[in-house]
Protein backbone atom coordinates (compact mmCIF):
# COMPACT_ATOMS: atom_id res chain seq x y z
CA UNK A 1 0.00 0.00 0.00
CA UNK A 2 1.09 3.45 -1.00
CA UNK A 3 0.74 6.85 0.74
CA UNK A 4 0.43 10.33 -0.83
CA UNK A 5 0.59 12.59 2.09
CA UNK A 6 1.38 16.44 1.93
CA UNK A 7 3.07 18.52 4.40
CA UNK A 8 2.82 22.36 4.77
CA UNK A 9 6.69 24.14 4.57
CA UNK A 10 4.80 27.31 6.00
CA UNK A 11 5.37 25.67 9.49
CA UNK A 12 8.13 25.42 11.09
CA UNK A 13 10.72 22.73 10.68
CA UNK A 14 9.92 20.60 14.60
CA UNK A 15 6.09 21.11 13.41
CA UNK A 16 6.52 20.13 9.73
CA UNK A 17 6.44 16.03 9.57
CA UNK A 18 4.68 15.46 12.59
CA UNK A 19 1.34 13.23 11.81
CA UNK A 20 -0.81 15.96 13.00
CA UNK A 21 0.04 18.31 10.71
CA UNK A 22 0.14 16.03 7.67
CA UNK A 23 -2.54 16.11 5.25
CA UNK A 24 -3.24 12.53 3.88
CA UNK A 25 -4.29 13.22 0.30
CA UNK A 26 -4.72 9.64 -1.44
CA UNK A 27 -3.87 5.91 -0.75
CA UNK A 28 -2.50 3.60 -3.64
CA UNK A 29 -4.12 0.04 -2.78
CA UNK A 30 -1.76 -3.16 -2.41
CA UNK A 31 -0.99 -6.03 -2.97
CA UNK A 32 0.68 -5.30 -6.50
CA UNK A 33 1.91 -1.74 -7.80
CA UNK A 34 -0.53 0.17 -9.91
CA UNK A 35 0.68 0.75 -13.93
CA UNK A 36 1.60 4.21 -14.92
CA UNK A 37 -2.40 4.88 -16.10
CA UNK A 38 -3.48 3.73 -12.47
CA UNK A 39 -1.38 6.07 -11.10
CA UNK A 40 -1.99 8.95 -12.67
CA UNK A 41 -5.70 8.35 -12.14
CA UNK A 42 -5.21 8.40 -8.43
CA UNK A 43 -2.91 11.63 -8.59
CA UNK A 44 -5.88 13.58 -10.62
CA UNK A 45 -7.85 13.91 -8.12
CA UNK A 46 -4.61 15.56 -6.00
CA UNK A 47 -3.98 17.43 -9.41
CA UNK A 48 -7.12 19.06 -9.92
CA UNK A 49 -7.43 20.68 -6.24
CA UNK A 50 -3.72 21.91 -6.79
CA UNK A 51 -4.86 23.62 -9.75
CA UNK A 52 -7.59 25.63 -7.65
CA UNK A 53 -4.88 26.10 -4.71
CA UNK A 54 -3.00 28.01 -7.46
CA UNK A 55 -5.11 30.17 -8.23
CA UNK A 56 -6.28 30.92 -5.07
CA UNK A 57 -9.11 30.65 -2.41
CA UNK A 58 -10.59 32.57 0.97
CA UNK A 59 -10.54 31.57 3.84
CA UNK A 60 -12.22 33.23 6.89
CA UNK A 61 -10.49 33.02 10.76
CA UNK A 62 -10.50 35.58 13.28
CA UNK A 63 -8.12 37.38 12.36
CA UNK A 64 -9.67 37.79 9.03
CA UNK A 65 -13.30 37.87 9.46
CA UNK A 66 -14.09 38.45 6.14
CA UNK A 67 -11.98 36.26 4.22
CA UNK A 68 -7.60 36.24 3.75
CA UNK A 69 -7.14 34.77 0.05
CA UNK A 70 -4.17 32.09 0.21
CA UNK A 71 -2.27 30.49 -2.44
CA UNK A 72 -0.99 26.51 -2.02
CA UNK A 73 1.63 25.00 -4.83
CA UNK A 74 3.51 22.07 -4.68
CA UNK A 75 7.27 22.13 -4.58
CA UNK A 76 8.69 19.04 -4.48
CA UNK A 77 8.10 14.93 -4.68
CA UNK A 78 9.66 13.17 -2.07
CA UNK A 79 9.96 9.26 -1.97
CA UNK A 80 12.19 6.21 -3.03
CA UNK A 81 13.13 5.64 -6.65
CA UNK A 82 10.35 3.42 -8.05
CA UNK A 83 7.64 5.85 -6.48
CA UNK A 84 8.91 8.94 -7.44
CA UNK A 85 10.21 7.92 -10.90
CA UNK A 86 6.45 6.54 -11.93
CA UNK A 87 4.79 9.52 -10.25
CA UNK A 88 6.42 12.08 -11.63
CA UNK A 89 6.71 10.49 -15.27
CA UNK A 90 10.45 8.85 -15.21
CA UNK A 91 11.19 5.06 -16.29
CA UNK A 92 12.06 2.85 -13.75
CA UNK A 93 15.83 2.08 -12.72
CA UNK A 94 15.75 -0.54 -14.93
CA UNK A 95 15.67 1.28 -18.22
CA UNK A 96 17.72 2.18 -20.85
CA UNK A 97 16.90 5.85 -19.90
CA UNK A 98 16.98 5.63 -15.78
CA UNK A 99 17.65 9.11 -14.72
CA UNK A 100 15.49 11.99 -13.89
CA UNK A 101 18.48 14.51 -13.46
CA UNK A 102 20.48 13.55 -16.37
CA UNK A 103 20.59 11.96 -20.05
CA UNK A 104 22.95 9.13 -19.19
CA UNK A 105 21.79 5.57 -20.57
CA UNK A 106 22.20 2.23 -18.99
CA UNK A 107 25.60 1.47 -20.42
CA UNK A 108 27.55 4.65 -19.44
CA UNK A 109 26.68 4.39 -15.76
CA UNK A 110 29.47 2.32 -15.10
CA UNK A 111 31.84 5.56 -15.43
CA UNK A 112 29.92 6.97 -12.43
CA UNK A 113 29.39 10.36 -14.19
CA UNK A 114 26.78 13.02 -14.63
CA UNK A 115 25.79 13.02 -18.40
CA UNK A 116 23.88 15.89 -20.12
CA UNK A 117 21.50 17.13 -17.59
CA UNK A 118 17.89 17.17 -17.96
CA UNK A 119 16.07 20.06 -19.00
CA UNK A 120 12.46 21.18 -18.21
CA UNK A 121 11.20 21.87 -21.22
CA UNK A 122 12.69 18.60 -23.15
CA UNK A 123 11.36 16.32 -20.31
CA UNK A 124 7.44 18.27 -20.33
CA UNK A 125 8.20 18.47 -23.96
CA UNK A 126 8.25 14.65 -23.95
CA UNK A 127 5.90 13.85 -21.45
CA UNK A 128 3.04 15.34 -23.35
CA UNK A 129 4.18 14.01 -26.91
CA UNK A 130 3.33 10.35 -24.71
CA UNK A 131 0.28 11.84 -23.31
CA UNK A 132 -1.46 12.54 -27.19
CA UNK A 133 -0.04 9.09 -28.52
CA UNK A 134 -2.73 7.27 -30.08
CA UNK A 135 -1.71 3.44 -28.83
CA UNK A 136 -0.04 1.63 -25.63
CA UNK A 137 2.72 0.43 -28.20
CA UNK A 138 3.65 3.74 -29.36
CA UNK A 139 3.92 5.19 -26.02
CA UNK A 140 6.64 1.89 -25.02
CA UNK A 141 8.63 2.19 -27.88
CA UNK A 142 8.42 6.99 -27.17
CA UNK A 143 9.39 6.16 -23.83
CA UNK A 144 12.39 3.34 -24.52
CA UNK A 145 14.11 6.68 -26.43
CA UNK A 146 12.82 9.64 -24.18
CA UNK A 147 13.05 7.26 -21.05
CA UNK A 148 9.69 9.72 -19.78
CA UNK A 149 6.03 9.37 -20.01
CA UNK A 150 2.64 11.19 -19.16
CA UNK A 151 2.42 12.10 -15.62
CA UNK A 152 -0.24 14.39 -14.28
CA UNK A 153 1.89 16.71 -12.16
CA UNK A 154 3.04 17.99 -15.45
CA UNK A 155 -0.36 20.51 -15.63
CA UNK A 156 0.63 21.77 -12.75
CA UNK A 157 1.99 25.48 -14.52
CA UNK A 158 4.96 25.52 -12.59
CA UNK A 159 5.81 21.97 -11.72
CA UNK A 160 9.61 21.34 -12.79
CA UNK A 161 10.04 17.06 -13.35
CA UNK A 162 13.87 18.11 -12.88
CA UNK A 163 14.05 20.07 -9.92
CA UNK A 164 11.35 18.90 -7.81
CA UNK A 165 11.61 15.42 -7.50
CA UNK A 166 13.95 14.20 -3.92
CA UNK A 167 15.20 11.12 -3.33
CA UNK A 168 13.48 10.64 0.59
CA UNK A 169 16.19 10.53 3.10
CA UNK A 170 15.89 7.10 4.43
CA UNK A 171 15.68 5.46 1.04
CA UNK A 172 19.27 7.49 0.15
CA UNK A 173 20.75 6.60 3.76
CA UNK A 174 19.06 3.68 5.34
CA UNK A 175 18.69 1.56 2.49
CA UNK A 176 21.66 2.75 0.50
CA UNK A 177 24.72 3.77 2.40
CA UNK A 178 24.11 1.47 5.80
CA UNK A 179 23.16 -1.65 3.44
CA UNK A 180 26.21 -1.28 1.25
CA UNK A 181 28.55 -0.88 4.29
CA UNK A 182 27.28 -3.80 5.81
CA UNK A 183 26.87 -6.24 3.33
CA UNK A 184 29.63 -5.43 0.75
CA UNK A 185 32.16 -3.31 2.75
CA UNK A 186 32.04 -5.32 5.56
CA UNK A 187 31.17 -8.42 3.92
CA UNK A 188 28.01 -9.63 5.66
CA UNK A 189 26.62 -11.07 2.19
CA UNK A 190 29.56 -13.56 2.06
CA UNK A 191 29.57 -17.14 3.15
CA UNK A 192 31.10 -16.47 6.73
CA UNK A 193 32.28 -20.60 6.33
CA UNK A 194 34.83 -19.63 3.52
CA UNK A 195 38.16 -18.72 5.91
CA UNK A 196 39.78 -16.58 3.80
CA UNK A 197 42.97 -14.87 4.92
CA UNK A 198 43.68 -11.04 4.61
CA UNK A 199 46.60 -12.08 2.75
CA UNK A 200 45.04 -13.40 -0.32
CA UNK A 201 42.47 -10.60 -0.36
CA UNK A 202 45.00 -8.10 -0.78
CA UNK A 203 47.36 -10.74 -3.27
CA UNK A 204 43.97 -11.35 -5.32
CA UNK A 205 42.87 -7.50 -5.56
CA UNK A 206 44.93 -6.56 -8.31
CA UNK A 207 44.30 -10.11 -10.60
CA UNK A 208 40.38 -9.59 -10.18
CA UNK A 209 40.23 -6.64 -11.32
CA UNK A 210 41.62 -7.13 -14.33
CA UNK A 211 40.44 -10.47 -15.05
CA UNK A 212 36.74 -10.31 -14.60
CA UNK A 213 34.22 -8.64 -16.76
CA UNK A 214 33.28 -4.67 -15.90
CA UNK A 215 29.61 -6.22 -14.78
CA UNK A 216 31.51 -7.98 -12.04
CA UNK A 217 34.47 -6.21 -10.95
CA UNK A 218 32.77 -3.49 -8.71
CA UNK A 219 30.89 -6.63 -6.54
CA UNK A 220 34.06 -8.62 -6.38
CA UNK A 221 36.31 -5.54 -5.28
CA UNK A 222 33.90 -4.45 -2.62
CA UNK A 223 34.04 -8.00 -1.44
CA UNK A 224 37.99 -8.04 -1.18
CA UNK A 225 37.91 -5.14 0.63
CA UNK A 226 35.39 -6.17 3.30
CA UNK A 227 38.00 -9.34 3.78
CA UNK A 228 40.50 -6.56 4.68
CA UNK A 229 37.67 -4.81 6.80
CA UNK A 230 36.59 -7.73 9.43
CA UNK A 231 37.69 -11.36 9.57
CA UNK A 232 35.54 -13.72 9.46
CA UNK A 233 35.72 -14.76 13.29
CA UNK A 234 34.91 -10.74 13.75
CA UNK A 235 31.65 -11.15 11.53
CA UNK A 236 30.85 -14.66 13.34
CA UNK A 237 30.55 -13.03 17.11
CA UNK A 238 28.69 -9.68 15.51
CA UNK A 239 25.91 -12.11 14.36
CA UNK A 240 26.18 -14.19 17.91
CA UNK A 241 25.61 -11.73 20.09
CA UNK A 242 22.87 -9.72 18.09
CA UNK A 243 20.54 -12.45 19.21
CA UNK A 244 21.35 -11.75 22.77
CA UNK A 245 20.41 -8.19 22.52
CA UNK A 246 16.89 -7.40 24.43
CA UNK A 247 15.66 -4.19 23.06
CA UNK A 248 12.43 -2.13 23.98
CA UNK A 249 8.48 -2.46 22.50
CA UNK A 250 8.72 -0.63 18.90
CA UNK A 251 12.41 -1.45 17.86
CA UNK A 252 12.51 -4.25 15.23
CA UNK A 253 14.40 -7.52 16.62
CA UNK A 254 17.20 -7.99 13.90
CA UNK A 255 17.90 -11.67 13.68
CA UNK A 256 21.41 -13.15 14.13
CA UNK A 257 21.31 -13.84 10.63
CA UNK A 258 21.40 -10.83 9.21
CA UNK A 259 23.07 -9.98 6.25
CA UNK A 260 22.97 -13.50 5.24
CA UNK A 261 20.89 -14.51 1.72
CA UNK A 262 18.39 -16.82 3.57
CA UNK A 263 17.72 -14.15 5.69
CA UNK A 264 16.12 -11.65 3.43
CA UNK A 265 15.90 -7.84 2.83
CA UNK A 266 15.69 -5.11 5.90
CA UNK A 267 13.04 -2.62 5.72
CA UNK A 268 14.32 0.95 5.83
CA UNK A 269 13.61 1.06 9.64
CA UNK A 270 15.36 -2.02 10.63
CA UNK A 271 18.33 -0.80 8.95
CA UNK A 272 17.84 2.42 11.29
CA UNK A 273 17.61 0.26 14.49
CA UNK A 274 20.33 -1.98 13.51
CA UNK A 275 23.21 1.06 13.00
CA UNK A 276 21.42 2.80 16.04
CA UNK A 277 20.80 0.47 18.48
CA UNK A 278 22.44 -3.13 17.70
CA UNK A 279 26.47 -1.85 16.14
CA UNK A 280 26.86 0.48 19.19
CA UNK A 281 26.19 -2.32 21.97
CA UNK A 282 27.19 -5.36 19.81
CA UNK A 283 29.83 -4.11 17.26
CA UNK A 284 32.22 -1.65 18.94
CA UNK A 285 32.78 -4.42 22.19
CA UNK A 286 33.32 -7.03 19.14
CA UNK A 287 36.03 -4.83 17.84
CA UNK A 288 37.44 -4.43 20.99
CA UNK A 289 37.87 -7.96 21.72
CA UNK A 290 39.08 -9.08 18.72
CA UNK A 291 41.09 -6.55 16.53
CA UNK A 292 41.65 -3.43 18.87
CA UNK A 293 44.50 -1.78 17.30
CA UNK A 294 42.29 -0.89 13.95
CA UNK A 295 41.72 2.64 14.70
CA UNK A 296 40.81 3.28 11.34
CA UNK A 297 37.26 1.12 11.08
CA UNK A 298 36.64 2.33 14.72
CA UNK A 299 36.30 6.11 13.28
CA UNK A 300 34.36 4.62 10.65
CA UNK A 301 31.63 2.79 12.66
CA UNK A 302 31.31 5.74 15.04
CA UNK A 303 31.03 7.86 12.09
CA UNK A 304 28.35 6.34 10.34
CA UNK A 305 26.11 5.78 14.05
CA UNK A 306 26.27 9.40 14.39
CA UNK A 307 25.21 10.08 10.51
CA UNK A 308 22.29 7.69 11.68
CA UNK A 309 21.36 9.37 14.33
CA UNK A 310 21.41 12.84 12.59
CA UNK A 311 19.15 11.55 9.65
CA UNK A 312 16.55 9.85 11.93
CA UNK A 313 16.90 13.03 14.16
CA UNK A 314 13.32 14.98 13.64
Known amino acids: MGVIALNCLNLPPRLRFKPYYTCLSGIIPSPKQPDIFNTNNVLKP ?35 VVATHKVAGFMLHSAKQFCSWCEINDHEQEKLQLGMLCNKRKVLASSWQWKETK ?3 ACQQLSKITGIHWSQLNCLPYWDPVLCVSLRVIHNWYEGVLHHHFCFRWGFDTDLTQQT ?46 KDVIVP ?9 VGTAGNGRLKASEWRFLFSVYIPLVFLNSLFETEPQNHLLLVNTTALIECTEIVGAK
Open 249 to 257: KGVSQITSK
Open 46 to 80: LVDELLNLHKGIKITTPKYTHGHKIFVRLVGLIGD
Open 197 to 242: TMESGKSGMESKSMDLDDSDTSNEESKVFAVECLSNDLKQTIQNKI
Open 135 to 137: TIT
